[in-house]
Every structure is written in structure tokens, then in C-alpha cells.
């Protein structure tokens, strides 16, 4: 398992941007499909967007397509989840997470479902006031 490490969340006011960043050590990021999961109090993981390995092709949820960007940096070994025009609702605590099946499977898509990935961050938190 990777050890992720999120960073970037905060408070900001409805209408704000925040980029959440996803890195980790010893490991290519680039080799793995990342998701951005977020959970707020009461509820279940969301999966808020992923990015795919083989073909950076990308998902977004309903809710925040056109507002959320997901995108790697090599260099950097990190991926970052660049969030515009926020909203209360987008409240939340923001998991990365790491699925290693592109290291096995071909043409491996990353996916929403939480249970497709096998390592997650300690999670980071985003508050956004009205």
C-alpha cells in the first residue's frame, strides 16, 4: 500500500477556490489511478472525481463538473484536485486515494466506487461558508 498525503484543504467563502494536492514517496503516482473521495458528517464516501493511469482520462461527479479539475504533475509525483466556484455543500473531508490495478490490468479505468482503491490518505479538510 501507498502512503498518500493530502494537503491544501482550508475555509474558504461560497464562491472560493481551493487545490488539494495528493503526493506520496517511493512510489510513481503516475503508475496508479487516483480518485478524490469526500465525506461530510452523516454521510457516505462521495466519489468526487479520478483520474486514470494508462489514458488520463478523467470522471467527475455530477456535481461538480465544471467547477472541480483533476490533473497530475509528474514532476512533482502528485495530483491535484483544483476546486472553483465553491459551495456550502462542497463541505467536506477530502480523501485521496490510490487504486494499483493499472499495474496489472491494461486498460484499467479509474472508477467512483471506494472499494475499487487500496490505499487512501488520512484525508484533509475543506469548509466552505455561505
Known amino acids: 500500500q501507498l502512503h498518500l498525503v493530502e494537503s491544501g484543504g482550508g475555509s474558504v467563502q461560497y464562491g472560493g477556490s481551493l487545490r488539494l494536492s495528493c503526493t506520496t514517496s517511493?512510489?510513481?503516482?503516475?503508475?496508479?489511478?487516483i480518485g478524490w473521495f469526500r465525506q461530510a458528517p452523516g454521510k457516505e464516501h462521495e466519489g468526487v472525481s479520478c483520474i486514470s493511469s494508462n489514458d488520463g482520462s478523467t470522471y467527475y461527479a455530477d456535481s461538480v463538473k465544471g467547477r472541480f479539475t483533476i490533473y497530475r504533475d509528474n514532476a512533482k509525483n502528485t495530483v491535484y484536485l483544483q476546486m472553483n466556484s465553491l459551495e456550502p455543500e462542497d463541505t467536506a473531508v477530502y480523501y485521496c486515494?490510490?487504486?494499483?490495478?493499472?499495474?496489472?490490468?491494461?486498460?484499467?479505468?479509474?472508477?467512483?466506487?471506494?472499494?475499487?482503491?487500496?490505499?487512501w490518505g488520512q484525508g484533509t479538510q475543506v469548509t466552505v461558508s455561505s
Open positions: 486515494a490510490a487504486d494499483s490495478s493499472p499495474l496489472v490490468i491494461v486498460n484499467s479505468i479509474c472508477g467512483e466506487d471506494p472499494d475499487e482503491y487500496d490505499s
Open positions: 517511493g512510489f510513481t503516482l503516475d503508475y496508479y489511478n
